[in-house]
């Protein structure tokens, strides 16, 4: 099964015949996703990006992440069903899938501007395999023992203790680091602009403890 996906950056896919098989993610806030940067790792380095939901035909999704393309620019994206992509024409330097759940890379496409000639397949942590559960049936088998009744002992239960969440205030965001702020962010779900001055993190850090 064939499946075709013109897209043109931020929000804007001009043509899809998936059927929803392949579906582009809409950012929680603004007109662009962002995805931590997978190479040349320094820090937590962010880059805007368009996300796409590829569910395969063994019924296994998996994530596309197409760093931003510039105006006038469009990526053609061709899928078999299988997890093997093509991007004919491709003018991007690289294009990256990644686990459904985790910012882990599994293959990296790497274009002439990386790869110096024709595309590149970088399989890292390669596409997962769907988990099949076996079930065994047995037959039931019938055992009879002579049971001795003896006097009943209390039962004692062990009550653990509630532990406390541990909540983050203001002053303990003051005293965070631009790199430990941007962490807390990304672990409630928000990835914040690694560009951004100190104060302006924590401004929208702060932001997130009322919610």
């Not at 896919?13 to 929680?28: A, C, D, H, S, Y």
């Not at 997962?128 to 049936?137: A, F, N």
Request: with cysteine; aromatic share 6%; charged share 25%.
């Amino acid at each position: 099964m064939a499946d075709r996906v013109v897209y043109k950056g931020a929000n804007h896919v001009l043509t899809n015949n998936t059927e929803g098989r392949i579906r582009l993610i809409q950012p929680k806030s603004g007109t662009i996703n962002k995805f931590i940067r997978w190479w040349n790792r320094k820090g937590s380095q962010y880059i805007e990006c368009g996300i796409f939901r590829v569910e395969l035909d063994n019924g296994v999704v998996v994530r596309l992440v197409i760093p931003h393309v510039k105006g006038g620019m469009t990526v053609e994206i061709r899928h078999d069903g299988y997890g093997n992509f093509t991007f004919p024409g491709c003018r991007l330097e690289r294009i990256a899938v990644v686990a459904a759940d985790s910012s882990n890379v599994l293959v990296e496409y790497q274009f002439s501007k990386v790869s110096g000639g024709a595309v590149l397949k970088r399989t890292l942590g390669g596409i997962p395999t769907p988990t099949i559960e076996v079930v065994v049936d047995e037959a039931p088998v019938l055992v009879v023992e002579e049971v001795k009744e003896e006097p009943a002992e209390p039962v004692i239960e062990e009550v653990e203790e509630a532990k406390e969440v541990e909540i983050t205030t203001e002053a303990q965001l003051k005293k965070m680091t631009k790199k430990q702020m941007l962490a807390w962010a990304l672990e409630r779900g928000h990835d914040f602009v690694d560009n951004h001055t100190k104060a302006e993190l924590l401004i929208e850090c702060t932001a997130l403890l009322a919610d």
